[in-house]
């Protein structure tokens, strides 16, 4: 059975660093896209950031653009979202998502293409 757990999340001043995992079990990770998402209270899940299979593709929402890094190390499972420069409006529950695809180059941050989701992380930016 195909499980994500996210972990990392935690309260950070404004300007401090994060690294978010996602660890995978129960698939073959490298056939499989990965997604993060985030929502905070009052809205809507909005796409980060999402990696291909192949790990040469990554895109990124624009308020998180030169911010955040996403990695993948098939090896071991595992999918890194590393936050940097965090604002108070990076506040929000930070979820994880995988999506089995055939194609190696390309990731899209689109909500409704992702079947598994992790319970989720919080993350908290404040002074």
């Known amino acids: 059975q195909l499980q994500l757990g996210e972990s990392g999340g935690g309260l950070v ?3 401090g ?3 978010l995992s996602c660890a995978a079990s129960g698939f073959i990770p490298e056939s499989y896209a990965i997604g993060w998402f985030r929502q905070a ?3 809507e899940r909005e796409g980060v950031s999402c990696i291909s299979r192949s790990r ?3 895109n990124y929402a624009d ?3 030169g911010r955040f890094t996403i990695s993948r190390d098939n090896a071991k499972n595992t999918v890194y979202l590393q936050m940097n420069n ?3 409006e990076d506040t929000a529950v930070y979820y994880c998502a995988a ?3 055939s194609v190696r180059f390309m990731c899209t941050m689109a909500r409704a293409s992702y079947d598994y989701w992790g319970q989720g992380t919080q993350v908290t930016v404040s002074s």
Do not use: A, D
Request: charged letters at 25%; proline letters at 19%.
């Open 56 to 58: 040469e593709s990554t």
């Open 13 to 15: 001043q404004p300007g």
């Open 99 to 101: 999506v089995f695809t």
């Open 86 to 88: 965090l604002k108070p």
């Open 63 to 65: 308020p998180v653009k």
């Open 17 to 19: 660093s994060l690294r």
């Open 41 to 43: 209270p009052g809205k």
